[in-house]
């Protein structure tokens, strides 16, 4: 069971060379972060791509564990494999094992407040969690920052009362508001 492109590359003719040149083509990322849920990928695929509009599905696939020695069924996963903003992301969907913490997350860069104010309100909505300083989770659990990119000019600044006072003002703030930092 692998948490990477769910695509299956078998060996069976001994060809390794082959078939390692075959995997490294269907391998669209170096990197693509795994999000391990407890169930069902695809209503987690969806519930990300009706947040991130111009997102797309690019796989699904349900496995059926092998049975364990003594024939008791061992049940099923599932994994999906989506595309948003130009990265793609595996998810699993294998049983309760694992928890989203706040030692991953993922910074959405938003073009203005009407922007941070779209992806605020969709990842908080349904049981998400407002957190401090433009930090939040989703309705699973994962935790992104939602983030203005003129932010990083303020906190940046060369001018001291400029960083100064973004900063200051982060603090405060669960959901940045920009024109309150400036």
Known sequence: MGCGNSQQNSNET????????????????????????????????????????NGK???YRKYKNPPQENGQDQGSFETAVIEVAGTEFSILAAGPLFKFNEAISFVINCKDQAEVDYYWEALTANGGKEGSCGWCKDKYGLSWQVVPVEYFDLINSNDPKVRD???KNTFKQTKLILSELK
């Open 14 to 53: 001994g060809e390794a060379d082959k078939a390692s040149s075959q995997a490294s083509d269907s391998i669209a990322h170096k990197i693509t972060p795994c999000l391990w849920v407890e169930k069902d990928a695809k209503a987690v695929a969806d519930y990300y791509l009706s947040i991130f509009r």
């Open 57 to 59: 599905l690019k796989d």
């Open 165 to 167: 006072k973004a900063m």
